[in-house]
């Protein structure tokens, strides 16, 4: 009798759950917080991911990473993994954008690849040795010079010549945009003395008697020429050559791009040639701060 009212007096227990008083953003279900994730940029993922649980979970979305990824990844997995066996094929699309990201060379080194981290563009570059350079092989005309200042930490380096003329081109898969094409060079030949950076002009000569030429082509005949004058000794800049547009991503692009000064009543020399760079044409502002 005793244990029965007992029982009667213990307090009862509710089965059902009470809503938290003071809900926050961790009680937001995981899949809306990942739709939202779509309109964000990868930068603006990364930075809300790190407020709790459930926005680091839901930032692991596949969905979240496609939409971040251009359309024809695949084709350039391809085409910059072909020759590497240990690339994973089980990579969930973050992982796939992070890894797309680094710089991936490829073609022997002479090239490389990497996907913008804020808005996932595709940009590519392509080094001197990548480039057919007249003369190259040469020493009294060309010499391959050692550098941190360049992407592939060699430049070609000219003393001189009559005929000069650096060509070169890409066959890639270029995702659905517009692009610009820019030589990286420097007139003088820069190194370091004590520390300090110093350049030394002792070839240069010629560039201010005549311009120099630049001149695209692409498989779908698109086609453009600048010229300009090469100055400003001692600093790294891109020299445009022009713009292209790919319309759809189902083909690969053959881009063919040159820079030539041919006029051979004088000689010139004295320039280092870095590498060519091909980006989207937003990015030409970025570059004028180089």
Do not use: M
């Given at each position: 009798m005793g244990s029965s009212l007992s029982f009667l007096l213990m307090?009862?227990?509710?089965?059902?759950?009470?809503?938290?008083?003071?809900?926050?953003?961790?009680?937001?279900p995981e899949s809306c917080v990942a739709s939202v994730m779509v309109y964000l940029d990868p930068q603006e993922i990364c930075k809300i991911s790190m407020l709790n649980r459930a926005f680091r979970d839901a930032s692991s979305a596949d969905f979240v990473w496609e939409s971040k990824l251009p359309l024809?990844?695949?084709?350039?997995?391809?085409?910059?993994?072909?020759?590497?066996?240990?690339?994973?094929?089980?990579?969930?699309?973050?992982?796939?954008?992070a890894r797309l990201c680094r710089p991936?060379?490829?073609?022997?080194?002479t090239k490389k690849v990497w996907l913008d981290k804020g808005t996932g563009r595709v940009c590519l570059s392509i080094s001197a040795n990548g480039l057919a350079i007249t003369g190259i092989d040469d020493r009294r005309y060309w010499s391959r010079i050692e550098t941190d200042e360049?992407?592939?930490?060699?430049?070609?380096?000219?003393?001189?010549?009559?005929w000069f003329e650096v060509d070169g081109e890409v066959d890639f898969?270029?995702?659905?945009?517009?692009?610009?094409?820019?030589?990286?060079?420097?007139?003088?030949?820069?190194s370091r003395r004590f520390g300090k950076r110093?350049?030394?002009?002792?070839?240069?000569?010629?560039?201010?008697?005549?311009?120099?030429?630049?001149?695209?082509?692409?498989?779908?005949?698109?086609?453009?020429?600048?010229?300009?004058?090469?100055?400003?000794?001692?600093?790294?800049?891109?020299?445009?050559v022009g713009d292209f547009v790919v319309t759809g991503s189902t083909e690969t692009m053959k881009v063919k791009f040159s820079m030539t000064q041919i006029d051979c009543t004088h000689t010139k020399g004295g320039l280092c040639v870095?590498?060519?760079l091909i980006c989207p044409s937003e990015f030409t502002e970025r570059l004028k701060r180089f």
């Open positions: 307090p009862r227990v509710s089965t059902t759950t009470s809503p938290p008083a003071n809900p926050g953003l961790g009680d937001l024809n990844y695949g084709s350039l997995i391809d085409r910059v993994f072909a020759a590497d066996d240990n690339f994973p094929t089980n990579l969930c699309k973050r992982d796939i954008y991936n060379y490829f073609d022997g080194g360049s992407r592939f930490q060699s430049v070609a380096y000219l003393q001189q010549i009559w898969p270029f995702p659905v945009g517009s692009y610009s094409i820019f030589y990286r060079l420097q007139v003088g030949r820069a110093i350049c030394n002009s002792e070839h240069v000569h010629g560039w201010d008697k005549k311009p120099v030429q630049f001149q695209l082509s692409t498989s779908d005949n698109q086609q453009a020429t600048t010229q300009c004058y090469l100055k400003e000794a001692g600093k790294w800049k891109y020299h445009h870095d590498s060519v």
